[in-house]
């Protein structure tokens, strides 16, 4: 009876894993000497079991009702990792799954940990594609991804062009990671996953150099860190257009994004959903270790060719190592879009932002593209588009540069 049971277990595994196309490796895995490894991009975070379900008619209290459910890989970290390996980046992954069939993946920074379940999100949405609820079970990813996990690749993180840290991870690894970087100079990404979890910023706040939340996480951050003013956000009801929302936005959020800038984080990325985003930083912002070193790929050789001087402002932040005390605010707005699923566009857009700085690109046109792939991602039923066109990409940033406007710089 037991290999029986052991065969339909193993093609119910299978199912599981099968159901997006398969991917590459996100990182190839021999293990190679410290001095072999080459600077690149180290992400750590979650790997997630998502779980959509999706009905085709209003959902009703107490019943089911007819509709899709899906299982896709997803995690904010796992998300980011993927949408920059199909931007043609190779990304190093620290993270953990479980022995169970949600798992399967064997990587080198990915522990395996027996008699643990894969973190899973199961996520009901409406049938516009926004999220009505949800369940997060991650606790593998705070019990088992310690900084004793993490300093086992310290020669990653020490040669990384960049390292992206989610919040999912506990506040000690959370240290260890952005003490690790900022011995080697390497800059820190916090990507603040939820309005709760946004606030594991406090402790690190210091080693910080950019951070990517929504209005909502961005005044949950300036809040955590500020022990007596309190900063608010209040959703706008009427606006009369895009303009007005933007300027409205702007007032609201500026004194809790100018504070986080005095704490030492030196780039703002603050998304607003159909507003678009806000870059605020200081006018001379350094992000990138070893800029010169950024290996142009395919991708991004298109997209530097194709967004070259879109921007007339973009010399206002150059990743140089000149100091200033201007502080710099600029908006880049949305991109229209025949609206699929919205999960996943956050981590499309940081997964672009990362990838193009990687390739050479300077801060803003960076963001741009970080808009593109987001507008790519709602138009598609995945966390992250299977097919992402760097000449699509490029246009879409195109546009968004040639619409983007200075709205502080003093």
């Not at 980046?89 to 993270?95: A, E, G, K, L």
């Not at 946004?198 to 150099?209: E, F």
């Not at 929302?245 to 005095?262: G, H, K, Q, S, T």
């Amino acid at each position: 009876m037991a290999e029986p049971a052991n065969r339909r277990m193993e093609a119910v595994r299978r199912h599981l894993l099968l159901l997006p196309p398969p991917l590459p490796p996100l990182r190839s895995n021999p293990l190679r000497s410290h001095a072999e490894v080459e600077p690149s991009p180290v992400i750590v975070g979650g790997m997630v079991l998502d779980i959509h379900a999706k009905p085709s008619v209003p959902p009703q209290p107490g019943t089911t009702v007819p509709g899709m459910v899906k299982y896709v890989r997803g995690g904010v970290a796992r998300n980011i990792a993927e949408c920059m390996s199909k931007l043609g980046t190779r990304p190093f992954m620290i993270s953990v799954v479980g022995n169970d069939m949600a798992a399967g993946l064997c990587t080198e920074g990915i522990l395996q940990v027996h008699d643990v379940a894969t973190p899973v999100v199961s996520n009901v949405f409406d049938s516009n594609g926004e999220l009505v609820a949800g369940v997060a079970s991650v606790g593998a990813v705070e019990k088992f991804l310690i900084p004793s996990w993490i300093y086992r690749f310290h020669h990653r993180i020490s040669n990384a062009s960049l390292v992206m840290l989610d919040a999912n991870l506990p506040a000690e690894s959370l240290e260890a990671a952005c003490i690790m970087a900022y011995k080697s100079g390497v800059p820190v990404l916090f990507e603040p996953v939820s309005v709760v979890k946004s606030q594991r910023i406090a402790p690190i706040a210091k080693y910080v150099t950019c951070t990517s939340p929504n209005e909502i996480e961005l005044v949950a951050m300036a809040n955590s860190l500020s022990p007596t003013v309190k900063y608010n956000f209040q959703k706008m009801e009427q606006c009369k257009d895009k303009t007005e929302a933007v300027e409205c936005l702007f007032e609201m959020l500026r004194p809790a994004m100018f504070f986080l800038l005095e704490k030492g984080i030196k780039l703002l990325v603050v998304t607003l959903g159909s507003n678009g985003v806000f870059i605020c930083c200081k006018e001379h912002t350094n992000f990138m270790k070893d800029q010169h070193k950024c290996k142009q790929t395919p991708f991004s050789r298109q997209l530097v060719q194709k967004l070259d001087g879109c921007f007339p402002s973009n010399n206002l932040v150059k990743l140089s190592r000149e100091s200033s005390s201007r502080t710099c605010v600029f908006h880049l707005p949305a991109i229209s879009a025949s609206v699929i699923s919205l999960t996943g566009a956050g981590d499309c857009l940081v997964g672009g932002v990362l990838s193009a700085l990687c390739g050479g690109l300077d801060i803003i046109p960076s963001v741009a593209v970080g808009v593109a792939i987001a507008k790519a991602s709602v138009e598609s039923e995945a966390n992250i588009p299977d097919d992402i066109s760097a000449a699509s990409v490029a246009d879409d940033a195109k546009g968004v540069l040639l619409s983007a406007k200075t709205l502080w710089c003093k």
